[in-house]
Each structure stands twice: as structure tokens, then as C-alpha cells.
């Protein structure tokens, strides 16, 4: 069964610094996909990023990248420059190929302090 | 992009009713959706998959005569919440895969709360 790890429930970060969120899994699957999804108040879930595992390069995305630590079982995302706006609830999830349902990390609440 | 619209967004019911609630793919096909469910500050956890054409698929620990699965159409997926109690008030949310590889696409979610 698949597990996903986030070990910090919140976190906090200065306007225009940078942040790195934790998150760890495991899986038995060797073709498997990792997420970073954002949650604000309105609940509705954003994808932030996606990392194929057979990829080696990380995934990068504007602000947001992943350092993907594949022997580790590590996916971590860093923020650069946050902005006021990156405030919300952080989700790791991972998902094995095909039309399979993710599972999630239990989250981090990211506060950004102006 | 793609867009999952799930309907209502909040709904308060009465103890012992039911409640239906829709989830729809508006410009694509989706054999299989799948339904999580939200308790505050908590993660998502799944509780069905919700296959076109065949029986839904539970997770350990949900009630399938409680909350009911029918995907009717490639297009649409209903959960229905029956005889709903106060502790199945909860946020519930949708997804259907799209793309290759699959990439999940939400509903909005509804927030029920039984009264």
C-alpha cells in the first residue's frame, strides 16, 4: 500500500523568502507520480506541481520546485519568493500509473508573514 | 482545461434524510471518477471509485448502502448519502483522471452538514 508522509503540520515563512515543505512516501510500484497540491480557504484543490518518478530531473514550476530524492523516498517542495498569496494548506500526494486514485500526506498549513 | 463541476457547494440537511450530490466532467469523458471525503483540518481520504458501467469500489471502512455510488454516464457520477447523520457531516470532493498519464481534475466539493 502506498503511504505519504508531511511531518511538519505547519510552517510559517517571511514575504519574499523561501520555504521548503517535507514530504516522504512508499510504495511498492516502480511507475508512480508525485503531487504537490494546494488547498486555500475556498477548498478547492490546485495542483502545484507533478514529478514523474522515472524522471530524474526535478520538477520545476515558476516559484515552486521539487527536490525528488527517489532512493530516499523524498519529495520535497520549495517556494521561492513567497507571496501572500502562497498561504494554505499544502498536500503531498502520490498516485501509481493508470487511472488510480491519489493519496494524500496529512498536510502543512503554510502561513506567509508580511 | 479540463473542468469537474460538483453540485451542490454546501448543503444542510435534516437528520435521518438523504442528500445526492453530482459530480460532473463538463468537456471530457471519465470512465472512472473518484470520491474523498474531508473532515475539518484533515486530509482527503478516499472512499469510492466510481466506475462507468459496473459497481463502485469502496474503501475498507465505508458503508456502501450509506453512501451510495452511481456513475451514470461518462459524464456524471452521484454519491448518495443516506439516512444522513450528524456525523457524516464532512467536505466532500470529486475527481476524474484525464490525460496520458491520468491527471486528476476536482470538484469544487460540498460541505454537508446534518442537523
Known amino acids: 500500500a502506498q503511504t505519504v508522509t508531511q511531518s511538519q503540520p505547519e510552517m510559517s515563512v517571511q514575504e519574499a523568502e523561501t520555504v521548503t515543505l517535507s514530504c516522504t512516501y512508499d510504495?511498492?510500484?516502480?511507475?508512480?507520480?508525485l503531487f504537490w497540491y494546494k488547498q486555500p480557504p475556498s477548498r478547492q484543490m490546485i495542483l502545484v506541481i507533478r514529478q514523474e518518478a522515472y524522471k530524474q530531473q526535478n520538477a520545476t514550476e515558476n516559484r515552486f520546485s521539487v527536490n525528488f530524492q527517489k532512493a530516499a523516498k523524498s519529495f520535497s517542495l520549495k517556494i521561492s519568493d513567497s507571496q501572500l498569496g502562497d498561504a494554505a494548506m499544502y498536500f503531498c500526494?502520490?498516485?501509481?500509473?493508470?487511472?488510480?486514485?491519489?493519496?494524500f500526506g496529512k498536510g502543512t498549513r503554510l502561513s506567509v508573514i508580511a | 482545461g479540463a473542468v469537474v463541476s460538483q453540485h451542490p457547494s454546501r448543503v444542510i440537511c435534516k437528520s435521518g434524510t438523504s442528500v445526492k450530490i453530482e459530480c460532473r466532467s463538463l468537456d471530457f469523458q471519465a470512465t472512472t471518477m473518484f470520491w474523498y471525503r474531508q473532515f475539518p483540518k484533515q486530509s482527503l481520504m478516499l472512499m469510492a471509485t466510481s466506475n462507468e458501467g459496473s459497481k463502485a469500489t469502496y474503501e475498507q471502512g465505508v458503508e456502501k448502502d450509506k453512501f451510495l455510488i452511481n456513475h451514470a454516464s461518462l459524464t456524471l457520477s452521484t454519491l448518495t448519502v443516506t439516512s444522513a447523520h450528524p456525523e457524516d457531516s464532512s467536505f466532500y470532493i470529486c475527481?476524474?483522471?484525464?490525460?496520458?498519464?491520468?491527471?486528476?481534475?476536482f470538484g469544487q466539493g460540498t460541505r454537508l452538514t446534518v442537523v
Open positions: 510504495t511498492s510500484e516502480s511507475d508512480y507520480y
Open positions: 500526494a502520490s498516485r501509481n500509473s493508470g487511472n488510480t486514485p491519489l493519496v
Open positions: 475527481s476524474a483522471p484525464r490525460g496520458v498519464p491520468p491527471e486528476a481534475f
